[in-house]
């Protein structure tokens, strides 16, 4: 019931609350429930707003650097929907494999391509903005408190975080050949950075837990994404 409950919660802070409990069940992002009407848990500051392939995305200036304050859902060869369910896209944005959010042809998956990665790598992001590297990453979480505080603050205040910066981190869950896995429990993020022919590395955050993580992986498994402004 609780996964449930999030889930239809998370379309309505999408799609605005309008002040409406959802089949009997209270919405948490509204405001008279003690949510934030979908505004960012905490965060107090302003948002920006970019059109990218007929979607407007909320953008936020965290420290030195400017994200996208949710995960991008640009429909691409190589990008899927949690559970092919167009609802967690709307809700959570796609998943892609690597070698899709870095705009490389598929073979990038199980080849090194590390010679076309360029230093702000545009990727499937908009003119102006690059899919996160290694260091872009460690940037925004040193900012956030560092390894072991930044998943409380970066977030979302629907997903047990505190969203202090205003980055609404949502997860997503993951997904490997036709299987899915951990939505509402785990997000992870793709970056620029490739390891080898079949590894790239990734960030981590998991529900309630403070700490934000890095790790590498298969490049054929489908992560979310978030952009960077260059």
């Known amino acids: 019931m609780k996964k449930v409950l999030f889930s239809v919660c998370a379309a309505i802070a999408i799609l605005g609350c309008g002040g409406d409990d959802v089949g009997g069940l209270p919405c948490l992002s509204c405001e008279e429930n003690g949510g934030d009407g979908g505004d960012g848990g905490g965060y107090t500051g302003s948002y920006g707003s970019?059109?990218?392939?007929?979607?407007?995305?909320?953008t936020v200036r965290i420290g030195s650097q400017t994200w996208f304050a949710e995960n991008l859902n640009y429909n691409v060869p190589g990008s899927k929907c949690y559970d092919n369910s167009d609802f967690y896209c709307y809700a959570y944005g796609s998943l892609y494999n690597w070698s899709a959010a870095m705009?490389?042809?598929p073979g990038c998956n199980e080849n090194v391509c590390s010679d076309q990665i360029q230093s702000k790598h545009q990727g499937i992001c908009p003119e102006g903005w690059h899919i996160p590297?290694?260091?872009d990453w460690d940037i925004l979480i040193n900012y956030a408190g560092g390894y072991s505080a930044a998943g409380r603050y970066l977030g979302s205040g629907y997903w047990g975080g505190t969203d202090?910066?205003?980055f609404s981190a949502m997860p997503g869950g993951g997904g490997s050949g036709s299987s899915f896995n951990n939505i509402e429990l785990h997000g992870y993020w793709w970056t620029a950075s490739e390891i080898n022919s079949e590894l790239a590395y990734y960030r981590l955050m998991l529900y309630s837990e403070d700490g934000a993580y890095w790790n590498y992986y298969d490049k054929s498994n489908f992560f979310s994404v978030r952009c960077v402004k260059d």
């Open 133 to 135: 590297s290694d260091s």
């Open 50 to 58: 970019l059109l990218y392939g007929g979607q407007t995305y909320k």
């Open 164 to 166: 202090q910066y205003g």
């Open 103 to 105: 705009g490389f042809w």
